[in-house]
C-alpha cells in the first residue's frame, strides 16, 4: 500500500477528510488595547528545539500586547528540584511553569486553575486537544474538574526502522511485537545488525515506556479498579516475561541493550548498529541529522508501534503542560501569553518550519493538518490514531515510588539473575506498602 | 579596646569561625532536624504536616526494605572506596616521593580527576563503558577476551565496581598530594638513622615513617569517608543507582526521597540516621587526635 | 621534596642489579599512574572536538575530522558558559579568599588553647558538613528567600563558606599542631603579642596546610552543585549548573559536556604548576628544619 493511500484510509477512518487548512488570522482572543503593555514575565522552562522556537516568535508576542516574556532555562535534569523549591517556598520566582505529567500530581499544586480564564477567552480544550494530552492538564488524577495549564508538549510512540534494510531483505514493519521478534531474528541472520533498540536501563523511568504497550496490550494494568497494584497478575507476568524475553531469550536486542537509556538506543540505530527502535516521535530530528546520525533521511522509516495480536494498539504518551503560578502576581497577563502561544497557528507554523525538523504536536487540528502530514509523511495521522487509545501516565500520586520500584524491578530482570514472577510478586507487595500511606 | 583584651583570646580568634557557622547553618539544621519528626508529603500539603515523633525513624530502621537495601550498598561502597583510595593514595605517594621530571609532571597532574565536576566524571566513566563504543569497554575487551561481551552496568557487582573505580579516579589523586604533604613534613634524619643503622627499606617504612604518617593518614581516612557517605552526582550519572538497586547509596535514598517521591519529612529522618552514624564514628576519631 | 636516598647521591655510587630492578618498577608504576589519570581526560579532551555522530562510535574514535562547534557553542545561548565560569570564579575565589582568614585563627584557637567543650564545639563545627545537602538545601532557600538574596553571588559564596569553614579548619588545625609551639612561646616572652606571633611565625610555618586547605576549598565550591541550583535563577548561575544543563530530553550531550571538562581542566593545569611550586617550595623548606 502506497504512503498516500494509507494516508487517505487513514483520514477516512476517522471520520474526517483531509483538513485543508483555511489561513485564518490570529484566533487568540487577546485583550485589546495592550492592558498590561510593560509588563515582564518569568517562564521556566527547559532546553527542547520547540521550545526554543517559541521563543524565536517572542518577539510577535510583544507586538501584539507590550508583554515580554522571559525565557529561564533550567537543566532538564533538575527541573523537579527547581520546581519543589517554588513550591515549598510559595515563591513567585516564576510567573509560568512547566511541568511534565510524570513528575506526578505533587508538583500540580503549583497551579492556578484556569477554567474561568478559559471561557473568558472561549478556548474550547476538548475541541483543541486529543483527551490523553488533556487530562494530563487536570487535577484530580486526570479526572478532576480544575483545568491547570495548556498542553504544550505531548508525545506518541513510533517504531523507526530502517527502510534500507527492510527494502532490500523484503520485509514489512512489524504489525505485532511477535512479528518483531521474527523480523528482527531474520535480520541478525542475513546482516550484521542487531534486530531492535530496546532499553532496559534504569534512567528516569525509560525502561517502562515501551513495557507499557505490552502490559496494557495484553490487558494487564497497573493498578486494578481498587486502586492496589495489578501488575503482578498473570498477564502482567506474561507481558513483562515477552518484554524482557526481547533481550534475554530471543536475543534480537543488542547485549548493551540491557544497560541503554532511550538516547543509548537512539545513538545505536544513528550508528546504523540496529535495524528498528521503538520510541518517541521526536527523537526522528536526531536520526536525519548529519551532525548526530550516520543515516540519510531516506533510510529511516517510521511505522504505528506494534500491538498484540489481534487487539488494537495501546499507547503510552507523555504530556507537558505550561500553567501559571498560584502565587504570581501577573496572572491575567500570563494567561495572555498562554492564550497566544497556545494557538494553533503557532504549533502548525513551527512544525512546518523548513529550518527545524520539530515533529512534536498536541493540538488535533494540526495532527490532521495536511500539510504537516505531507511534511513529515503521515507520521501524525499515525499520532492522531495512536492518541485516540492511548493510556497517560498514571496520575495517583505514589506514582513517582512505584515507577522507580519497577523501573528498578525492569532493570534488574535484564541483567537476567532475577525470574519475572518472584521480582514482580516482590515489587507488588512494596507497591502495596506504598499505597496504604 | 578594653572590653577585648578582657575576653579570652582564644574565643576572638575562634568567633568569626565559629559565629558565622552557627549563623549560616542554625536555621537550616533545626528546620530540618524537627522536620524529621514531623510528616509532610508534598503531594497532599504544601506545608509541613502533622508531628508523629520517631514514627518516620522507626518505619525506616524496621519496615522500609529498600532503606535497609540502602544500608548495605552503602557500607560496601564506602568500605572499599575508602580502602582502595588509601591504598592507591599512600602508593603513589611513596612512589612520586623522589626527585625527578617524570614525578614532578606526576603530581602536577595530580590535581585534575579532582577538580573536574563528579557529574563530569560520572557521565565519561558511563560512556567509557558503553558496551558499543565505549572505549574502557573496548581495552578491557581487547586485554581480557573472555570479557568482549560484558555489559558493566548490566551487571550489579561490575555497577559497584565502576561506581568505586569513577569515585576513586576522583579523589586518590588528590589525596596523593595530602600524603605527599605529610611525607615531607617528617624529616628526613629519622628515616636516614634508621638506614644507616641497618634496618631494611620494608622496615624503616613500618617504624619510622608510618607512624609519623599516621596523622594525615587518619585525615585522609575520615574525610574521604564523609564524603564517600555524602556521594551521589557520580553515582547518579554513572549508574543511576542500578541495576535494580545495586548500586543505590543512603545519600542517593535520600535524595530521592525529597525530590521524587516528595516524602520531606522521611528523608530528612534518613538523613539524619546517616548523621548520626557520622557524629558517632567521628567521636570516637576526635578522642584520639585530641589525646595528644 | 627530599631527594632520593642520600647514598645514591654519592659520586662514582653503582646501582646494584636489584636497586635497578626496583628502579625500573618504580618508573613503570608511575607511568601507569599518569596513563591513569590521563586516559580519561585526554578522551574527555577528545570528545569535545567531535561531532555527535563520531562521539557515539569506536571506529571514528581516533580518526575523525574535529570540530571546534562544540567549544563555541558552549559560549552560546542558551548554555552560555562563558557568564557561568566568571560566576564560578567569583563565588569559589571569595569564599577562599574569606575562609583562610577565618580558619586559620580558629585552627589556631582549637590547636593551642584548652577549653572547655574545646572538643564538643570541634565536633559539632565539623557536623554541621555531615546532613546530606538535599535535606538542608530548602530551609536555605527559604531563608535567603525571607532576606531577599535569592539569584546572587553573595548568597552562594555565604553558603559555601559555612561548607568549607569546618574542613579547612579541621586541615589547618593538623599543620598547625605540628609546629612546635616553643618558637611561639620564646617570643612571646620576649615581649611579642600574639597576633604578631600567629602572622609571622605560625602562618609562614602552617602555609603548606593552609594552601592545602585553600585549594580543598576552592574545589569543594568550584565543583558545588546543588545549593547553585536552588539559590541561583539567572544572575548567580554556576559552572555546574551549565554542566548539568547538557542532560537534556535527548539524552546527554557528552560532546558538549566535555567542550565545558575542557575548559575547567585547562586553567586548573596551569593553576596546579603554579601552585606545585609555592607547595613544593614550602614544602621543602618544611622538611629542611
Not at chain 1, 473568558?120 to 476538548?126: G, P, S
Not at chain 2, 593514595?89 to 621530571?101: I, N, S, V
Amino acid at each position: 500500500m502506497k504512503r498516500r493511500d494509507v494516508l487517505q484510509v487513514g483520514a477516512a477512518t476517522m471520520g474526517l477528510g483531509f483538513q485543508p487548512w483555511v489561513r485564518a488570522q490570529s484566533s487568540a482572543n487577546l485583550k485589546p488595547g495592550k492592558p498590561y503593555a510593560g509588563t515582564e514575565l518569568s517562564l521556566m522552562t527547559v532546553v527542547a528545539p520547540q521550545f526554543k522556537a517559541h521563543e524565536a516568535r517572542l518577539p510577535e508576542f510583544e507586538a501584539l500586547t507590550g508583554i515580554k516574556v522571559k525565557y529561564q532555562y533550567v537543566p532538564f535534569a533538575s527541573t523537579r528540584e527547581k520546581l519543589t523549591a517554588e513550591l515549598v517556598a510559595q515563591g513567585s520566582q516564576y510567573d509560568l511553569l512547566s511541568v511534565m505529567d510524570v513528575w506526578g500530581p505533587s508538583l500540580y499544586n503549583l497551579f492556578d486553575p484556569i477554567n474561568a480564564r478559559l471561557a473568558e477567552k472561549k478556548i474550547d480544550m476538548v475541541e483543541r486537544y486529543p483527551y490523553a494530552h488533556l487530562r494530563a492538564s487536570r487535577d484530580g488524577n486526570g479526572n478532576g474538574k480544575n483545568i491547570l495549564g495548556m498542553p504544550i508538549r505531548g508525545h506518541v510512540q513510533l517504531m523507526f526502522y530502517r527502510k534500507d534494510v527492510f527494502a532490500k531483505l523484503g520485509l514489512k514493519p512489524p504489525a505485532t511485537w511477535d512479528e518483531m521478534v521474527e523480523t528482527g531474528k531474520t535480520i541478525q541472520a542475513k546482516t550484521d545488525l542487531s534486530g531492535v533498540a530496546m532499553y532496559y536501563g534504569k534512567t528516569g523511568a525509560q525502561n517502562l515506556m515501551i513495557w507499557f504497550n505490552y502490559l496494557w496490550g495484553m490487558g494487564g494494568d497497573l493498578l486494578d479498579a481498587k486502586g492496589q497494584p495489578a501488575f503482578n497478575s498473570p498477564q502482567g507476568v506474561a507481558a513483562t516475561q515477552a518484554y524482557i524475553d526481547v533481550l534475554l531469550k530471543h536475543k534480537v536486542a543488542p547485549a548493551a541493550s540491557a544497560s541503554f537509556n532511550e538516547s543509548d538506543a537512539a545513538n545505536s540505530m544513528a550508528q546504523g548498529k540496529v535495524a528498528m527502535y521503538p520510541v518517541w516521535w521526536w527523537r526522528f530530528a536526531g536520526l536525519v541529522d548529519p551532525k548526530t546520525s550516520t543515516l540519510k533521511p531516506e533510510q529511516v522509516g517510521f511505522a504505528p508501534l506494534p500491538s498484540m495480536p489481534g487487539k488494537d494498539s495501546t499507547t503510552y504518551t507523555n504530556t507537558w503542560f505550561y500553567g501559571i503560578n498560584k502565587n504570581s502576581k501577573k496572572k491575567d497577563a500570563a494567561m495572555e501569553f498562554l492564550t497566544w502561544l497556545s494557538q494553533p497557528e503557532v504549533e502548525r507554523s513551527v512544525l512546518l518550519d523548513p529550518s527545524l525538523n520539530e515533529v512534536v504536536a498536541v493540538q488535533t487540528r494540526n495532527l490532521l493538518d495536511g500539510d504537516v502530514n505531507r511534511r513529515f509523511g503521515g507520521m501524525h495521522l499515525f499520532g492522531a490514531q495512536a492518541l485516540k487509545g492511548a493510556k497517560g501516565t498514571p496520575l495517583f500520586p505514589q506514582w513517582a515510588q512505584v515507577s522507580d520500584l519497577l523501573e528498578a524491578t525492569m532493570s534488574e530482570l535484564a541483567t537476567g539473575k532475577t525470574q519475572v514472577k518472584p521480582a514482580l510478586d516482590e515489587a507488588a507487595s512494596r507497591a502495596r506498602r506504598l499505597l496504604r500511606s | 579596646m578594653v572590653v577585648l583584651r578582657r575576653i579570652p583570646v582564644h574565643w576572638l580568634l575562634l568567633a568569626p569561625a565559629l559565629f558565622f557557622v552557627a549563623a549560616m547553618a542554625l536555621f537550616p539544621l533545626g528546620y530540618s532536624f524537627l522536620l524529621s519528626f514531623r510528616e509532610w508529603k508534598l503531594a497532599r500539603s504544601v506545608t509541613p504536616g502533622d508531628w508523629v515523633g520517631l514514627e518516620n525513624y522507626w518505619y525506616l530502621l524496621t519496615d522500609d526494605p529498600d532503606f535497609l537495601e540502602a544500608v548495605k550498598v552503602t557500607s560496601v561502597f564506602v568500605v572499599s572506596n575508602v580502602g582502595v583510595t588509601l591504598l592507591v593514595a599512600l602508593g603513589a605517594a611513596l612512589l612520586l616521593h623522589r626527585a625527578g621530571r617524570i614525578n614532578t609532571f606526576a603530581r602536577v597532574l595530580l590535581i585534575l580527576p579532582f577538580v573536574m565536576s563528579p557529574a563530569l566524571v560520572g557521565i565519561s566513566f558511563r560512556f567509557f563503558l558503553n558496551g558499543e563504543y565505549g572505549i574502557v569497554h573496548h581495552l578491557i575487551g581487547l586485554a581480557f577476551p573472555s570479557m568482549v561481551n560484558t555489559i558493566w552496568l548490566a551487571d550489579s557487582t561490575l555497577s559497584m565496581v565502576a561506581v568505586i573505580a569513577a569515585d576513586v579516579w576522583h579523589w586518590a589523586p588528590y589525596m596523593t598530594l595530602v600524603m605527599l604533604g605529610g611525607l615531607a613534613s617528617i624529616p628526613k634524619e629519622t628515616e636516614e638513622a634508621a638506614r644507616v643503622d641497618g634496618a631494611s627499606a620494608w622496615a624503616v617504612f613500618r617504624d619510622v615513617t608510618l607512624p609519623q604518617l599516621l596523622p594525615v593518614i587518619s585525615v585522609v581516612l575520615v574525610l574521604k569517608t564523609v564524603f564517600a557517605l555524602k556521594a551521589f552526582d557520580i553515582i547518579y550519572t554513572l549508574s543511576n543507582g542500578g541495576p535494580g538497586r545495586s548500586t543505590q547509596t543512603l545519600a542517593y535514598f535520600v535524595y530521592e526521597t525529597a525530590f521524587n517521591y516528595y516524602n520531606m519529612g522521611y528523608a530528612a529522618a534518613a538523613a539524619y540516621i546517616l548523621t548520626a552514624v557520622l557524629l558517632v564514628t567521628s567521636g570516637f576519631y576526635l578522642r584520639l587526635v585530641f589525646k595528644k | 621534596m627530599t631527594a632520593s636516598l642520600s647514598t645514591a647521591a654519592m659520586p662514582g655510587y653503582q646501582a646494584s642489579a636489584g636497586e635497578r630492578t626496583v628502579n625500573w618498577v618504580r618508573q613503570l608504576a608511575v607511568m601507569v599512574l599518569i596513563g591513569a589519570i590521563l586516559l580519561p581526560i585526554a578522551w574527555i579532551f577528545l570528545t569535545a572536538f567531535k561531532t555527535p555522530r563520531d562521539v557515539y562510535s569506536i571506529s571514528s574514535a581516533l580518526w575523525f575530522t574535529p570540530t571546534f562547534e562544540n567549544m563555541l557553542t558552549v559560549f552560546r545561548e542558551p548554555w552560555n558558559l562563558g557568564s557561568k565560569v566568571v560566576n564560578s570564579l567569583a563565588v569559589a575565589g571569595g569564599t577562599v579568599l574569606l575562609a583562610m582568614p577565618m580558619a586559620t585563627m580558629a585552627a589556631y584557637a582549637f590547636s593551642r588553647f584548652d577549653f572547655r567543650f574545646k572538643q564538643t564545639i570541634f565536633l559539632i563545627v565539623i557536623a554541621s558538613q555531615f546532613i546530606p545537602a538535599a535535606v538542608v538545601v530548602l530551609p536555605y532557600f527559604l531563608m535567603f528567600k525571607e532576606a531577599g538574596m535569592l539569584d546572587t553571588r553573595t548568597a552562594l559564596v555565604l553558603v559555601n563558606l559555612s561548607i568549607v569553614l569546618p574542613y579547612a579548619v579541621w586541615m589547618i588545625k593538623g599543620f598547625i599542631d605540628a609546629v612546635p609551639m616553643e618558637i611561639e612561646e620564646s617570643a612571646m616572652v620576649d615581649g611579642a603579642p600574639r597576633s604578631r606571633v600567629i602572622w609571622e611565625i605560625v602562618v609562614p610555618t602552617a602555609l603548606p596546610g593552609i594552601i592545602t586547605a585553600a585549594v580543598f576549598s576552592f574545589t569543594l565550591t568550584w565543583n558545588e552543585f546543588l545549593f547553585a541550583l536552588i539559590i541561583g535563577k539567572q544572575h548567580a548561575l554556576t559552572l555546574p549548573i551549565g554542566l548539568i544543563g547538557f542532560r537534556t530530553e535527548r539524552g546527554d550531550l557528552w560532546e558538549l559536556m566535555a567542550a565545558g571538562g575542557v575548559l575547567i581542566t585547562a586553567p586548573m593545569f596551569l593553576i596546579s604548576l603554579l601552585v606545585q611550586k609555592q607547595f613544593v617550595g614550602s614544602l621543602t623548606a618544611g622538611s629542611v628544619r
